[in-house]
């Protein structure tokens, strides 16, 4: 027995019946033929005898590879779950199933008899089987090899296949006309395939968007640690970023699984219905909410057949556009560099490079760890130039420590409204959008407190959940600003449903940054879209509470208030060089 036989969902079987079960495995049909005239009433003949449907996964030499007494969406074989598979393959693999009609040829209750099912089409198309052979068994049938009258127990066969696109009905599959089983043996299997694929691969170029255009599919992973609302919510944040970064969001994939598969991420099955996707809605981006080793993205790009990202790569992507500044520029690239370089993939010896001269006419250096000296030689230069910015910040630092300027540095949740605050309070123009990490260089700005002293306020990079720590290591010369300023003001977006969250999210860093410990007023932002009495609960919630609305410049005098009252506490000695 060369296959695998599935007995799961049966019960009862003689023992006769299990061994014709076990035979079965043991048949190779022509490879050019779809069904055969012999496995079609074999099938046929032990799903009369038992009332069980029965499913047979054949490969493409003809080999019957996997028995499930079941329907097709109850096989469970790695032949059928684990093949790669492209834009313009299909998996290698059809399932032949039989369906059982009612007495005097009325359907039976569940809907056999009437062609395939609807759950028979998803498993075609989840699965990227090659086709699907329904056989209808007929009630009334009598197989016999004797001479006479016979009548078939195979009654008509139903075949299926996908279609590389849409048809005008809106399906991704067609169904042939119904076949008798002598005249589906007739049937070319090599013939379809090679039409098919062929279809694929020719057509697979329309599906590709517009030059410049990015379509995304999002995908999320419900694990021990979260649940669906959950990540649904991450999706919304992730299509927020996507949108930021210039691309289109044309469809979403969750999965539950406890943990990532060590290969693909999401399971094998789940990454063919992935593949199946993007096929269908024309992407040429998949964009996971989690960090991807080097070796699943890797795999995912094999099998899905387009750009595969994770978070981070998505995040920094973003940071790069939103870069204005040399010094935002360079430490974007920092963070680049180190994402990329353990995912440097080598070519092989086909891209060695011989060396000069004597005892170095070997394969010298090959391509991967050029890439990789070059990469390390970048990392370096440009930590070299970090270290000089944070040197340039600290005699910037040291001259307001001089003039004994105050400092306090906004911080906070992306699209919290910080930008907005700041041009609110110092009356400046700093660039304001409405999406994430629209301002991304810190900016400070001079302001004026109720008892006439100056004081700079800071505009600092935002936060995010899951903030990849390269980002935090790489700005850590522009996050200085928060650790080294004497107030914190932690702006909050009041209004947004998951506020606890990202306040959370927000203390994580400060943590990370060792600057959870400072003075810091929360500011409750954007009062004028809550109702009051939420406003009052999330008020508790929250240590030192100011509630403002940036946007409509309200609440900005008791702001500065408080601003100055934490000051008088901190630095008590500041008054004596009030303006």
């Known amino acids: 027995m060369h296959g695998k036989l599935d007995l799961a969902k049966s019960k009862g079987l003689k023992k006769s019946e299990i061994k014709k079960l076990e035979r079965l495995l043991q048949q190779r049909i022509p490879a050019d033929n ?26 493409r030499n003809g080999q019957v590879v996997n028995v499930t007494v079941g329907p097709p969406a109850d096989v469970q074989t790695p032949e059928l779950r684990g093949v790669r598979v492209g834009p313009g393959r299909l998996c290698g693999q059809r399932i032949i199933h039989t369906h ?30 090659d086709l699907l052979a329904l056989i209808e068994v007929n009630p009334e049938g009598t197989f016999s090899r004797n001479r006479g009258e016979q009548v078939r127990l195979a009654d008509v066969v139903h075949i299926s296949h996908l279609l590389p696109g849409r048809d005008s009905d809106g399906n991704l599959w067609k169904k042939l006309p119904p076949l008798t089983a002598r005249r589906a043996q007739d049937e070319s299997f090599n013939e379809l395939i090679q039409a098919l694929e062929y279809e694929f691969r020719r057509l697979a170029p329309k599906l590709q968007v517009p030059a410049g255009e ?35 969001v044309c469809g979403r994939l969750t999965q539950a699984r406890p943990q990532p598969d060590p290969r693909y991420f999401l399971g094998s099955g789940k990454v063919q219905e992935l ?33 595969v ?54 394969p010298g ?38 003039e004994n300027l105050p400092v306090v540095a906004l911080t906070g949740y992306t699209n919290s409204g910080k930008s907005t605050l700041l041009n609110s309070l110092t009356k400046s123009e700093v ?28 505009d600092t990079v935002g936060f995010i959940k899951k903030l990849p720590t390269s980002l935090i290591a790489a700005f850590g010369a522009t996050l200085e600003e928060v650790i080294v300023a004497d107030v914190l003001m932690h702006v909050v977006d009041a209004s947004h449903p998951n506020v606890l969250e990202q306040i959370a999210s927000v203390y994580d860093v400060l943590s990370e940054l060792s600057a959870v410990d400072k003075p810091t007023i929360t500011v409750l932002n954007k009062i004028d879209r809550m109702r009051d009495e939420d406003l009052n609960w999330l008020a508790g919630q929250v240590p030192n509470p100011v509630l403002v609305s ?8 008791r702001l500065l208030s408080r601003v100055q009252d934490v000051l008088q506490e901190v630095c008590p000695r500041r008054q004596q060089f009030s303006a």
Not at 38 to 58: I, R, W
Not at 223 to 239: I, M, N, R, Y
Not at 550 to 557: H, Y
Request: aromatic content about 4%; some cysteine.
């Open 275 to 307: 593949a199946l996707l993007v096929q269908e809605l024309g992407a040429n981006l998949v964009i996971i909410d989690q960090e991807l080793t080097a070796n699943q993205q890797h795999n995912l790009e094999e099998v899905v057949g387009v750009k």
């Open 100 to 129: 059982l009609k009612g007495r005097n040829g009325k359907a039976a209750a569940d809907g056999s008899g009437d062609g395939p099912s609807k759950q028979d089409m998803q498993c075609l198309a989840r699965n990227r089987l």
């Open 214 to 248: 990015e379509r995304a599919v999002l995908v999320g992973l419900i694990g021990q640690d979260s649940d669906a609302w959950q990540v649904e919510d991450d999706l919304d944040e992730l299509s927020m970023l996507t949108r930021t970064a210039g691309a289109a």
């Open 431 to 458: 660039l304001v959008e409405d999406k994430l990490f629209a301002t991304l260089d810190p900016a400070t700005r001079r302001t004026i407190l109720p008892d006439q002293s100056t004081v700079l306020i800071t």
């Open 365 to 402: 250096e090959t391509k991967l760890e050029v890439d990789r000296r070059r990469n390390r030689d970048r990392i370096t230069f440009l930590e070299r130039e970090t270290l000089r910015i944070r040197s340039y910040r600290d005699t910037q630092r040291r001259r307001r420590t001089f």
């Open 34 to 59: 779809i069904v055969t005239l012999e496995l079609a009433e074999s099938l046929a003949d032990f799903s009369h005898t038992t009332g069980y449907p029965l499913s047979v996964v054949v490969d």
């Open 309 to 362: 990202i994770d978070r981070t790569e998505l995040i920094l992507d973003v940071f790069s556009q939103r870069a204005q500044t040399k010094e935002g520029k360079l430490q974007v690239e920092l963070a680049q560099l180190k994402y990329l370089y353990p995912r440097l993939v080598g070519k092989g010896l086909s891209l060695s490079r011989l060396g000069g001269g004597i005892a170095t006419r070997g």
């Open 550 to 557: 940036a946007l409509k410049r309200v609440g900005m005098g």
